[in-house]
C-alpha cells in the first residue's frame, strides 16, 4: 500500500502556483519523496525528488518539512498542460525497487 | 532527451491469445520494470528485471505472464493465454541503478484490449 495521503482533487487558475501537498508521517530516515504525474493516460512523468532537503528543478519545487512528515510540490505559474494527476511517492530504499502508486491529485488547471 | 518507447500503442487481441508487449529501454539503464493500470485505477507493480534474471515481482505476475531481453535494446512482456482482466495500459519503465536516489523514466505505454 502507498505510504502518502493525498488530496483527491485540486483545481488551481492558470498562471498561479500550484501547491500540491501530500502526507507521509510515517517515512523513515532512507526513503526518498518523489513526484511523478500522468496526464490522461500517459506514462507516468518524473517531475523531482528528495530526501530532506527542499529541490527545484526546471519542472516544479519540491518543499520538505524538517520533520519530514509532510512534502509540498509547487509548480509555479501552472499552465493548462499541467492539468494531470499527480503522484506523491515514498520510495524505500533497497525495496525491489519499484515505486507504489496511490490515488494521487487530480490538478484542474482552469483559465 | 533519451526516453523509453514501447510498441505497439495498441493492441487488440482474444482471450486466451498470447501477446508480447514490446519496451526500448533508455540506452545504458541496467533495470527494467513493468506496470500496469487498470481503466480508473491506479497504477500497479508487476515486474522488475536486472541482469537477465527478474529482480521481484507482484501477486499480479503469475505463471500466465514472462519477461525476456532477447538482445541488447528491446525488454518483452509476454502473456501467455489473455484472459478479459488482463485489459489495461501497460507501462514498461527504465533507471540507471536500484537505489532509491536513482529515477524510473517510464514509456507512454501500450494499451492492451481482450475481447
Known amino acids: 500500500d502507498a505510504k502518502t495521503t493525498q488530496p483527491p482533487s485540486m483545481d488551481c487558475a492558470e498562471g498561479r502556483a500550484a501547491n500540491l501537498p501530500c502526507n507521509h508521517s510515517?517515512?523513515?530516515?532512507?526513503?526518498?519523496v518523489y513526484w511523478y504525474r500522468q496526464i490522461h493516460s500517459q506514462g507516468p512523468q518524473y517531475i523531482i525528488h528528495?530526501?530532506?532537503n527542499n529541490e527545484t528543478n526546471e519542472m516544479a519545487s519540491l518543499i520538505i518539512t524538517e520533520d519530514r512528515k509532510s512534502s509540498t510540490l509547487i509548480l509555479p505559474h501552472a499552465t493548462l498542460r499541467d492539468t494531470a494527476v499527480y503522484y506523491c511517492?515514498?520510495?524505500?530504499?533497497?525495496?525491489?525497487?519499484?515505486?507504489?502508486f496511490g490515488g494521487g491529485t487530480r490538478l484542474m488547471v482552469k483559465p | 532527451e533519451p526516453e523509453v518507447t514501447q510498441t505497439p500503442s495498441h493492441q487488440v487481441t482474444q482471450m486466451g491469445q498470447e501477446v508480447i508487449l514490446r519496451c526500448v529501454p533508455i540506452?545504458?539503464?541496467?533495470?527494467f520494470y513493468w506496470y500496469r493500470q487498470i481503466l480508473g485505477q491506479k497504477v500497479e507493480f508487476l515486474v522488475s528485471?536486472?541482469?537477465?534474471?527478474?529482480?521481484?515481482k507482484s501477486e499480479i505476475f503469475d505463471d500466465q505472464f514472462s519477461v525476456e531481453r532477447p538482445d541488447g535494446s528491446n525488454f518483452t512482456l509476454k502473456i501467455r493465454s489473455t484472459k478479459l482482466e488482463d485489459s489495461a495500459m501497460y507501462f514498461c519503465?527504465?533507471?540507471?541503478?536500484?537505489?532509491?536516489?536513482?529515477?524510473?523514466?517510464f514509456g507512454p505505454g501500450t494499451r492492451l484490449t481482450v475481447l
Open positions: 510515517t517515512i523513515s530516515g532512507n526513503e526518498y
Open positions: 511517492i515514498v520510495r524505500e530504499d533497497n525495496a525491489g525497487n519499484m515505486l507504489t
Open positions: 519503465a527504465s533507471g540507471w541503478t536500484s537505489v532509491s536516489t536513482d529515477t524510473q523514466y
Open positions: 528485471f536486472y541482469n537477465n534474471e527478474i529482480s521481484e
Open positions: 528528495g530526501l530532506k
Open positions: 540506452s545504458n539503464h541496467l533495470y
